[in-house]
């Protein structure tokens, strides 16, 4: 069943400008050789208003002027920061690739092996080289300057601030020290490996935008290394912020590689995954020494951040015995077999202090890993879920004590009445380190539209304060996901994290909203399609029933046709109004209402028919 | 641009029973005659389970056993029910079909009439007829104990009632009478015009199950006869709970007729709409008598619910001046329009009364319109919203007083923070008449998404009270929905309905999902299939990659694969744990905790490694 891993084809991947964008830069003030990426979208000169300025996590593939060449991977921009900061050393002696590492692939079934040279660094000895510890100090990296650019999207005046933000202390404009603060505290991460020098840092806390991860992997069954790179393109073009690759099977390594060496974007992985097929998937023969020396492969190579299952405690697992769905993590099941079957405290949690050491020396945060979230709506909130959060909670301050970045991994299935106990109780146990959800789904009833169901509660507990929303594909529970399903993830959780912003009221969410809904009220079709999430999807549903040039400036579309049109009545009322009055603005109607009010309730304003 | 009208083709009504389901009907009690039909779902007989009973709006092109002709329409199953009350007769001079009924659509412009000769009643002189008076008066209808039976799913006992109602009052089963209560009191309501005798009926209120509208309806630039009928029986296949028939341009009156006489479900209008069109477009040119004279036709055709903009009047007008996207409500910026040009009150208004008689006369029910709900995010909750909410709640008192069954319809564009304000003032102000809402949607940002952008709003209003969620399509702001996208709207919206039921503890709500996921977690593919909201399509997707019959009973998926399934994995645990105790039920991780709990802490039963 396996298809050949064959070569990367280039041509796949997805690169040019979006639609209506340009992409530019600006430069740091701190650092001036930082350049943070932004998407503007211009609109039509008749609207007298400035191109809208968009987060843009898609990396140099969207610069037209960018030379790319996956074979050689992206530049390797941050690995001036981290040379300059004098404490770390070239590896002299790196982990080299074993047979394992890939699943003992061999001949056709082999993956090409990334093969453009690079220097592999760790922290000198004693060293600690996390954004965590540089912040405590008091230091504010160019990676933090790079976040506090990047998240203020280029304003220099505050935003609408109309919102319930539960407590989250989200600042007018987002500042340098302000990031440095935020990490210091714990309530941030950047997740940057010194590895991943290709990285264009990114910030996941409740104070800041609300972030969406797509995963993205082979498995056993399916894929090769060139849908993984371009599945990984793909998922960033449409706006993931950071990527989790779930690989298992054969070629975990060289397809991590790949995947690495050509991401702006966090990588995520899940490192017991390679740790169980380097043991022949026999989760009993799982050591210690594997997995760790699974961290070293992994963190060598650039992984930005671990999902970690050290929660998954003996003593919890019996509470998962009258669950519907059981344990429906697979790092959470394949500890919990290990864990039976030694009759043994999970040698994650036992070795936890080692653990914190070895992603020290790489600055690799934790994802701490949520092995007993709930698979099902009957499984919601129960004593295991909030046994293991507490655990969370536990190993947080200890990651911390050993100047380890941290974010809380969260459910799963929950209802939409159980969804804010969550954030309540991550916040409670768990110190304000960010929370990382996976949707919630709100249902279980509609296998096939799972990014539905699951971005009903991702909008949600983002809004109640999630940092970062992992996306649910509509594959969910039935199969690999393809490049439609991640594109249909990612856009659903786009959504998600974007009414999350609005609802808590991030300063910079409205502007987006409002520039949309006057091109759309000023039949600027152009606009309204190339400030959309997806401008190729509107058009051709637009274009669908009005294809004609024509129609992209007409006063309606298919749904009404032009005499239903609510927005071109709206628009002759308006129009009506201000004839009437002799008024060049839009001043129009608010003198009606003033000569309504002061009449005591009758227009005294007679008005032209306006047809 | 017009397609011709053409004639109607049944071969593209879909008909036949859903994958793995079984039409099932219940018989009345108090009125024997009634039968209620079910959707009836068997599982494999591994599971030890009985078959999961489903809601159905299907109507009987579900039932493998009925007729189905559309050139006849449904049989009328109501008319002896109307007829045997002994108050209404029959109109010996019904009113004929005009020219301007159709637009003045000619020859091959013109659609079919639907031909099939049918009784026409009304309400005997002085006599009410509607659901309302019925229930206050105490009588018990056949329609009261049709929807009894429907909502409460064949069940004998109470299911779960884990939830948080926000004040509804979801009683553990429901009877007759207290769908009469409901009714009497104004906090449900039957749509149910007695000349709808295909009708199967089906309330609408806070205390019932959340239920989904489509809208349908060609417009002067798209679409046929036949398209329209198809997407009516398309729309309740998937689950749509009432339709509405949103036609303008040519053929509305014949369009309708064959809605009407086909649809089990009730058919709700904007009856503005084809008053406009009867004046050629020209909304200075409506006058009551064209309204009237089309309430009057539309009541005839058996039409269960008219949305009238009642509330549009003409002092609020002005506080749309400044809002984004002006009057977005179809009805709502005609109705804006006339009475600006006339510089006069809302006739709608001033004639409420009138209104009222008429549509007592044949049992329609209000869907008071929200002809200033707001159309961007930017324009929530503001003002002219609520001005115009708390006018629909003086109406509905008007309408209640007439004996008439009133609706409130509700946003629009609604950010998450500002949708609860929404319910309450709806309860506030409109003393418990159902809420019916458009969305909301939750941000502007994704044209071509917003079937998403509005389940996320849809499903938390729904949970908060509102009783029917008015779907939006992806083609929503965009144009016409085609076939795909009205199915991609229900089933959205059925996702939102039912997270929403759940959310609320309605007690049939979780057996569903944990039937489901018990098929999940027992790897019974086809009944996680059949189970689904969409049977086809989860079968497609899990099909795509792992085809082969025998897939269908693998304990893994293309997802994770054999090795890492955490279903398979912890099904092993809770097998190892069940073998080591010898125990033949599920008992033995239960038996594990216990003894741990006794222990101390060390659990002291060892295991045997399961692979």
């Known amino acids: 069943m396996n298809k050949p891993a064959g070569p990367l084809e280039p041509a796949a991947i997805p690169t040019g400008e979006r639609p209506g964008s340009k992409k530019v830069y600006q430069p740091g003030a701190l650092w001036p050789d930082i350049r943070v990426p932004f998407r503007e979208v211009a609109v039509h000169p008749s609207a007298n208003e400035p191109p809208v300025t968009m987060y843009d996590s898609s990396g140099p593939y969207t610069d037209p002027h960018a030379a790319i060449d996956i074979e050689k991977g992206l530049p390797k921009v941050r690995e001036p920061w981290v040379v300059s900061r004098g404490d770390v050393e070239i590896v002299a002696d790196p982990r080299q690739v074993k047979p394992e590492d890939n699943g003992f692939a061999q001949g056709e079934h082999l993956a090409p092996q990334f093969s453009a040279p690079r220097r592999v660094y760790r922290a000198k000895a004693g060293a600690a080289v996390t954004q965590l510890e540089y912040a405590r100090r008091g230091i504010v990296t160019p990676e933090m300057e790079y976040v506090a650019i990047r998240e203020n999207l280029r304003r220099q005046a505050p935003g609408i601030r109309d919102g319930e933000s539960f ?36 910030a996941i806390g409740r104070n800041f ?40 099977g054969r070629n975990i390594h060289n397809i991590r590689d790949w995947i690495v060496r050509n991401s702006p974007v966090p990588i995520g992985t899940v490192p017991i995954y390679q740790a ?24 060598e190579q650039g992984v930005d951040y671990f999902t970690i299952h050290a929660g998954v405690r003996l003593p919890f697992i019996p509470l998962t015995a009258n669950r519907v769905t059981g344990i429906v993590s697979r790092g959470g ?135 970062m929303l992992c996306y649910v594909t509509p594959k969910e529970h039935l199969g690999l996901p393809d490049r439609q399903d991640v594109k249909d993830g ?80 709206s628009q002759d009322i308006r129009e009506a109004a201000r004839a009437q009055n002799d008024l060049t603005n839009d001043q129009g109607m608010e003198e009606m209402a003033k000569k309504f009010r002061e009449a005591g309730g009758e227009i005294q304003v007679p008005l032209t028919p306006a047809e």
Request: aromatic share 8%; proline share 4%; net charge negative.
């Open 167 to 202: 407590g989250a202390e989200i600042p007018d404009l987002c500042t340098p020290e302000f990031v440095r603060d935020e990490v210091a505290r714990g309530r941030a991460i950047i997740p940057a490996n010194i590895n991943h020098t290709e990285l264009e840092p990114m």
């Open 333 to 467: 099941s394949i500890m919990a077999k290990w864990c039976l079957a030694h009759h043994r405290e999970n040698f994650l949690y036992e070795r936890f202090a080692e653990i914190c050491e070895i992603m020290r020396a790489y600055d690799v945060s934790f994802s701490l890993g949520d092995g007993l979230r709930p698979g099902s709506i009957a499984d919601a909130n129960d004593e295991a879920q909030f046994a293991e959060l507490r655990t969370l909670g536990e190993l947080t301050k200890v990651a911390w004590k050993h100047g380890v970045q941290v974010m809380i991994e969260g459910p799963g299935h929950v209802p939409m009445h159980k969804i804010k106990a969550n954030m309540e109780e991550q916040l409670k146990h768990c110190h304000e380190a960010p929370f990382y959800t996976l949707g919630p789904l709100t249902t279980d009833v509609a296998p096939g539209y799972d990014h539905i169901t699951s971005a009903i509660g991702a909008a949600m507990i983002g809004w109640f304060g999630t940092a």
């Open 490 to 569: 990612v856009i659903a959780y786009k959504i998600a994290a974007h009414a999350a912003d609005l609802a808590k009221g991030h300063p910079t969410a409205r502007a987006w909203d409002d520039a949309l809904s006057r091109a759309r009220f000023e039949f600027r079709w152009e606009d309204q399609f190339n400030l959309g999430l997806d401008p190729e999807t509107a058009r051709a549903y637009h274009d669908e029933t009005l294809p004609k040039e024509a129609f992209k400036t007409a006063h309606f579309c298919s749904m009404c046709g032009p005499k239903f049109c609510s927005m071109k009545i």
């Open 276 to 299: 169980l097929e380097k043991v022949g998937g026999i989760a009993e023969d799982l050591t210690w020494e594997v997995f760790r020396d699974t961290l070293v492969e992994q963190a």
């Open 209 to 248: 935008l609300v972030k969406v991860n797509a995963n993205i992997g082979n498995s056993a069954v399916l894929s090769t290394v060139a849908d993984e790179v371009d599945k990984m393109v793909w998922a960033i073009r449409w706006g993931a912020d950071t990527v989790m690759d779930l690989s298992t």
